[in-house]
């Protein structure tokens, strides 16, 4: 793409602030900041991974990846972050998840050990993996401030904090999957997912894109258990004060 291709493409961003301004909706800020900080931020990360790719430094690699986890752990965490510890939680739960599936995609000898494979299949773990997370808390959250006169009965009759609070975090686990399996169902008939139309549009065989395709969405769904699961085990004593009582105005937390 050429660079007035590129620069063209911000008539989209004009039509989105003109909406916003003609609806006054009060997001043309927003917007603006919206699309720099996307330009610096892509421009940036472009201009790293072309000197990484070109070093293939390992260290350079974890750095990279530990970066991603620190930034999407501080993101999700936003969703509730009064709560004590719980971005520490989701840094773990999400490292586990990459480390875990980024061992299986190389152990299996899926994927090259390259920065040109890893990097990118593990930014797009750990992003999906985030928005998993995010989903969990804000259902969390309206789960125990729906049910919190049944938690503390469970509490009071004598229920661990673990007993108390597994229905509502069986319930925000599934809630947290659906949008990845949905998806999955929908792949291919009511969508072209990114990676599969950026390597068509950049000359591969259609067949080549699908196959990397399926392997991301297979990926996707495995990451998003094992992120919702394991944030859910790690994090759900957060949830509640050291005299065993849910945390006050859960659905007030911003």
């Known amino acids: 793409m050429s660079n007035l291709a590129l620069a063209c493409t911000l008539v989209f961003v004009a039509v989105t602030v003109f909406l916003s301004i003609k609806q006054k909706l009060g997001l043309g800020k927003d917007i603006v900041i919206g699309t720099v900080r996307t330009a610096v931020q892509l421009l940036f990360i472009g201009y790293v991974l072309h000197y990484i790719f070109g070093t293939r430094n390992p260290i ?32 773990i739960a999400l490292a586990c998840t990459e480390g875990l599936t980024m061992a299986l995609l190389l152990g299996l000898s899926i994927i090259e050990p390259t920065p040109r494979y890893i990097i990118p299949i ?36 004598g229920a661990s904090a673990k007993q108390a609070i597994r229905g509502s975090v069986k319930r925000s686990v599934r809630s947290s999957m659906i949008p990845t399996i949905d998806s999955m169902k929908t792949v291919g008939l009511v969508q072209l997912p990114g990676m599969m139309t950026g390597m068509i549009v950049a000359g591969a065989d259609p067949i080549e894109a699908v196959r990397y395709q399926m392997l991301i969405m297979f990926v996707l769904s495995s990451s998003a258990a094992i992120t919702a699961m394991l944030l859910s085990r790690i994090s759900y004593r957060l949830w509640f004060t050291n005299d065993l009582r849910l945390i006050p105005s859960i659905g007030a937390q911003r």
């Open 60 to 91: 350079f690699i974890v750095l990279i990846i530990l970066s991603m986890i620190g930034v999407a752990a501080w993101n999700a965490g936003s969703r509730a972050k009064q709560i004590r510890g719980l971005r520490l939680r989701i840094a």
């Open 122 to 157: 593990s930014g797009i773990i750990i992003g999906s993996s985030m928005v998993v997370a995010g989903i969990y808390l804000n259902q969390m959250k309206r789960e125990l401030e729906a049910s919190r006169g049944e938690v503390e009965t469970l509490l009071a009759l």
